[in-house]
């Protein structure tokens, strides 16, 4: 396998409801990008950095139910300029492909339209906080709700049972909620088709894999020899 030298890095975020299996997919794709001979650094949000972990147990502690849409939205941009600034950025300057599980398109459904604070005060945000950085791809994920919220409980009652903290805060929103959020990423992607690739995440997951090596392979111009 070769492929051409890259002269900058490439931004990939991972987006979709929760179960939709962003996490696993990154990681497949990152021991691929590796084995393509590519540095991979792998983030994810919120948190990211210590700072940003810290954060994290803010936002998705399920005690923390009187936490105001606003101040959500605040922590969740915190979070991010933290990790764009320690993180991202400079692993882009040094050429290396940066995956995200979540981004800035997560908070323009979640908070955006989820919790109705408006598209523009996300972006507003986004500029203070992210300075014009946008990914050069996005895979989203699509799942059905039903499937979403069933894995999503699964995975937390895993962790219950591990000991680990509840994350479960956006989780145990209500159903409209999640519809809102879920139309909201297909709107999102009919509006920005060049950058969002709507991936079926209802395949098993080597299907999934091998459709988002495809789309990542053919953005990086990596081959096969």
């Avoid at 954060?55 to 009187?66: C, G, K, S, T, Y």
């Avoid at 991010?80 to 991202?88: D, L």
């Avoid at 999102?188 to 969002?196: C, D, S, V």
Wanted: proline share 3%; with cysteine.
């Amino acid at each position: 396998m070769s492929m051409t030298s890259p002269k900058a890095g490439f931004f990939i975020t991972f987006e979709g409801l929760d179960g939709c299996g962003k996490t696993t997919q990154m990681k497949l794709l990152a021991q691929r990008l590796r084995a393509a001979g590519r540095a991979v650094l792998e983030s994810y949000e919120p948190g990211g950095t210590r700072i940003g972990a810290q954060v994290r147990r803010i936002l998705l502690d399920a005690a923390n139910h009187e936490l105001c849409a606003t101040a959500e939205l605040l922590l969740y941009f915190a979070c991010r300029a933290q990790n764009v600034e320690e993180a991202i950025r400079p692993a882009l300057r040094r050429g290396d492909v940066v995956l995200s599980d979540r981004f800035t398109d997560s908070t323009l459904v979640y908070q955006g339209v989820g919790r109705g604070l408006g598209k523009q005060v996300v972006l507003t945000l986004d500029q203070i906080a992210c300075k014009g950085l946008v990914p050069d791809l996005t895979l989203l994920l699509d799942i059905d709700l039903e499937t979403s919220l069933a894995r999503a409980r699964a995975r937390n009652d895993a962790a219950g049972q591990s000991g680990a903290p509840a994350e479960t805060r956006m989780d145990d929103q209500d159903l409209a909620f999640h519809r809102k959020v879920q139309r909201a990423y297909a709107e999102l992607a009919a509006e920005h088709p060049e950058r969002i690739v709507v991936i079926d995440a209802r395949a098993a997951i080597e299907e999934i894999a091998e459709r988002i090596w495809q789309t990542v392979a053919r953005r990086l111009e990596i081959f096969h020899v």
